[in-house]
């Protein structure tokens, strides 16, 4: 994402897109099926540390982009710790009943969705989508119709932010009368849209206008390759996995095992 | 008279995907508010989870071909995690679910249907995606009955008026500018009226 | 001369009009021709360029068909909008994906962009973000990557409708360079800096039917009141308008309306706009002039409060701090009219604002009638504002922006990208306004618009104004005398 923000080059930049996308999706779904709080607490303190070391960004950028993040934790948490089901109760209020299960469970939902944010960032801080979808392209065959689809589209995010801070000015002036949030998002979304409309078959015919065809075999700029970043990359989750789970066995923080 | 050999021309992917990222900003912007309402308690932030479907079913009522709910619904997801959304790469693997279950909803009625019904089936799909990945992830099922009743009928409810009906009627508000005709194939009358 | 394009009894109709656009149109063009196609905006001209490219069908499905067609094998294509050209946000990787597309190794991509990026006198690093460019080099980056696929033929689809003057002035420079030994067929609309390149002019009329097809000088010169009634900006069209129109009666001077001191306007904590001290009255038109980027749409911006703004800014000598609805004083016209509609029909367009301020429905009838006349939409008052011309959108944006009576009118480029009729229509509608008192500040490029119409300049460099200077009459008759 082109976030106008300088950052250095980390070997996690260099790596292969697909593989990094791969071994992401693959730790995605482990966290899914760990149901330890402690192994899973060890798991996100390791992605906080490669993420504040190893992404590249000042810190303060940093910084910023995880405070959402924390407000997920809370919301997420507690939501399952207030009305959860659990035998040993804590705290009743009304309809809030906290039990130990239901605040240990909301504990683990908690880090659970910590974890995937942070994932979700590794990947889109150091990943250039360019890289990626040349990538895709080369390593998983995706059909370039879709991977040149989707990089014109990048190439428009901008624009289409400009335009929607445009259309909420215009809106400013005309003044408008208050009809209720989804007809407000009507509002925007009708010029928006039918501007994009246009300029997305527009670009589709210029494309095709400079022979981009999908019967002809194509060369590629970029050839995306492997090098010793990607088995850095696999030895050092199979490590962060394999050491995670040791220490959340033998030197837990909670004495619980399973939340479920 | 086209040239492209078979599924989708690039003009129908490049299209859906640019109209995806649009709703994937306003998937990222959701995020913020689903988190305030939720505030609110008693899942009236189910009552708006259902805008994480909408970029499929418009995308379905404005190109109406296979392939583009799914393909929309992915692009948007990817859209709001390039834009840093808060659940990570969560969005992309809901995005795909989401998708998958309203395209099959589309082709259980042979993409020839684009009124309200079809399209709130659709969007109830996504709803069933959405739940299938919740159940896994959150523990949903261990809420207390009471509160996963809510939890489940505000979603459904949410999602069908938000990715069915307000879907159906900013699609016909967009037809009104005409910027649709574009996005249809031209009639057999039309090539009819050349030899007139 | 061999035929390297040629249509026989071409026929062509798009879908959901009811009649076709062309109509047996037979044309044939010759192996190094420079050919510029004229004529009114809608007649077909561009379809055409589609349709000898190949375009038309293979990308765009539009029904057509022809007795005999003769396509190039080797084309490049030029279109008007520099935003919708290309698919890569980097330079290099824009003119890379034209070679990937024609299977170019590897290897020679590198110097091939190099060697590209030079030939079209873009002296930047090749790795530059396009979004950094201005329209003129975009315009000339799309020239490189169609370059790359090394065409016999260039169709050049209005490339300079959305340039300013230097950025027009640059493409064609660039086109007369490296298009010396090819065949050129262009649709312009701005023809100052084409007609001394090209030596055949094709004339269509509104039927899309041709009235003239010669050496460029003999239709240029027979057919010139037809070119002028089509809205062509010709060499000499502004000298041409002025001479024959009525001395403007200059006298400004009225009431002070905006009164400005140590003015600023923010963007994220930055201060982008700022104006010492400065008073705008009654009857006055200012040109806001300026380099792109320099602040002058801000300045706008921070006018109407849509940013963040301190130091002092009075309006009718109050406070502007404690004037709510600032719209209802300040008219605003934005430089894309389609952000600014808000309904489904001209009509309700105009009534919108009436209708929030809950006029009376005869008061609103009144008022709209009156716009749709004077801004000649009367026909067209039940059509969907996005289904309207570009001219007729421009005219809607701006009557429904001052329906209220606002007495101040901010304009952001309004003529950008408009055909000479319709900007002369405008700025004659803008002019009867001043007339009668209202303030006009208005951004534009356009130095005739500054020389004829405008009372007083300001100059923007760098978020400052540097330069408020009044422009002299003599000047607007001298010219009027000159021809």
Known sequence: ?260 | MSTTTKGLKLADILTTIVIAVIFGIIYKIWGPVYDFVKVFGFHLDQLIYGMWFIAASVAYLLIRKPGVALLAEIAASSGELIMGSEWGLEVLIYGVIQGLLAEVVFAAFRYKRFDVLVVSLGAIGATIGSLVMDFYKGYIEALAPWNLALFLIARFVGAVVISGFFAVSLVKALEKTGVTQMLRPASKEDYDALDR | MKPIAAVERLRLKFPGKDTLLFKDLSLTFYEGEKVLLLGPSGCGKSTLLQVLSGLIPNSIDVPMKAERLQLPTNWGYVFQDPDTQFCMPFADEEIAFALENIGVPRSEMHQRIKTLLEKVGLFIEPHTDIHTLSGGMKQRLALASVLALEPDVLFLDEPTAMIDEEGTKEIWQTVKRIAKEKTVIIVEHKIDYVLDFVDRIVLFNDDGEIIADDKAQTVFANYKDIIASQGIWYPGVWEEYTANRRRRSTESGGEKRIYLRQFQGYRSNEVKIRIEEAAVHAGEWIAVTGKNGAGKSTLLHALMKLIRTDGTYELYGKDSKQLKQLHRLLAFVFQNPEFQFVTNSVREELAYSLRLEKRKEAEITETVEGLLRQFHLYEQQDQHPYQLSMGQKRRLSVAASIVSGQQIFLLDEPTFGQDAKNTFALLELLESYRRQGTTIIMVTHDENIVKHFATRRWVIEDGRLVKDESISRQRSTAAALFV
């Open chain 1, 1 to 260: 994402m082109k976030w106008n923000i300088r950052y250095r080059e980390t070997w996690l930049h260099q790596t292969n897109p697909s593989l990094k996308l791969i071994v992401l999706l693959f730790l995605f779904l482990a966290v899914l099926f760990i149901h330890n709080p402690n192994v899973l607490i060890n798991f996100s303190l390791a992605l906080l540390l490669l993420f504040m070391f190893s992404t590249g960004y000042p810190w303060k950028f940093l910084l910023l982009l995880f405070l959402p993040f924390l407000l997920i934790f809370v919301s997420t948490a507690s939501s399952m710790m207030m009305f959860g089901e659990g035998e040993t109760t804590w705290f009743r209020w009304g309809l809030i009943h906290v039990t130990e299960e239901s605040f240990l469970r909301g504990l683990h939902i908690g880090f659970r969705a910590l974890s995937f944010a942070l994932l979700g960032l590794l990947f889109s801080l150091t990943t250039r989508p360019v890289r990626l979808f040349y990538s895709l392209m080369q390593q998983l065959k995706l059909k370039p119709k879709y991977a040149y689809s989707f990089l014109a589209a990048v190439r428009l995010l901008p624009i289409m932010l400009e335009e929607f801070q445009t259309v909420h000015n215009a809106l400013k002036v005309r003044g408008t009368v208050s009809h209720g949030w989804l007809e407000k998002m009507k509002r925007y979304a009708i010029p928006l849209l039918s501007q994009s409309i246009r300029r997305a078959q527009r670009i589709a015919v210029a494309m095709e206008a400079k022979r981009f065809s999908s019967s002809t075999e194509r060369t590629f700029y970029y050839e995306i390759g492997f090098n010793k970043h990607d088995i850095a990359l696999v030895a050092l989750f199979a490590f962060v996995a394999a050491a995670a789970y040791y220490t959340g066995v033998h030197y837990p923080y909670i004495p619980v095992t399973d939340v479920r």
